[in-house]
C-alpha cells in the first residue's frame, strides 16, 4: 500500500490536481487500485455545480489516470517521465460522484510497450460504477514537453 507522500515520490501531481489519496495495490506496468476521498473542500465544488456538487467526470478520469500513471512511473526505466493523454475509448459515465462518497479507481494495462499504452479503468462508490472505459497514454521526457 502506498500512502499519498509515496505517491508524490511517484508522479508530479500536487494540490490542487493530485486525485489519489492511497494505492492499495500495484503491479508495476500492469495494474493498480487506488482511493480517492471526496470531500466537499475540492476546489472544483466551488463551481460544479453550486448547490448541488458533483465531482466533474473529466476529473475521476484524470483519478483514473493518475492511478494507471503510479503503475507505470513504478517501472525503473519509466521513473521521471510524465503521462500524457493520448485518447480515450468508450468512456461511460453512470453515476455521478458526490462530496462523501469514497472513489475506488482501478487501472489494468491492456497494452504498454516503448513509451505508449493503453488501460482499461473502472471507478467505482460503494461497488457501483461511476465511470467506466479505456484510456491511451504515452509516457514521456519532461524535458522534451518545452
Do not use: S, W
Not at 509515496?6 to 490542487?16: L, S
Not at 480515450?88 to 513509451?115: H, S, W
Amino acid at each position: 500500500m502506498l500512502n499519498v507522500v509515496d505517491i508524490q515520490k511517484i508522479i508530479p501531481h500536487r494540490y490542487p490536481f493530485l486525485l489519489i489519496d492511497k494505492i492499495l495495490e500495484v503491479e508495476p506496468g500492469k495494474k493498480a487500485v487506488g482511493l480517492k476521498n471526496v470531500t466537499i473542500n475540492e476546489p472544483f465544488f466551488q463551481g460544479h455545480f453550486p448547490g448541488n456538487p458533483i465531482m466533474p467526470g473529466v476529473l475521476v478520469i484524470e483519478a483514473l489516470a493518475q492511478t494507471a500513471c503510479v503503475a507505470g512511473l513504478l517501472m525503473e526505466e519509466n521513473k521521471g517521465k510524465l503521462g500524457v493523454f493520448t485518447g480515450f475509448e468508450n468512456i461511460k459515465f453512470r453515476k455521478p460522484v458526490l462530496p462523501g462518497d469514497t472513489l475506488r479507481l482501478e487501472a489494468e494495462f491492456l497494452a504498454f510497450k516503448m513509451g505508449m499504452g493503453k488501460a482499461k479503468v473502472c471507478a467505482t462508490v460503494d461497488g457501483k460504477v461511476a465511470v467506466e472505459g479505456e484510456i491511451k497514454f504515452a509516457l514521456i521526457d519532461p524535458d522534451k514537453v518545452k
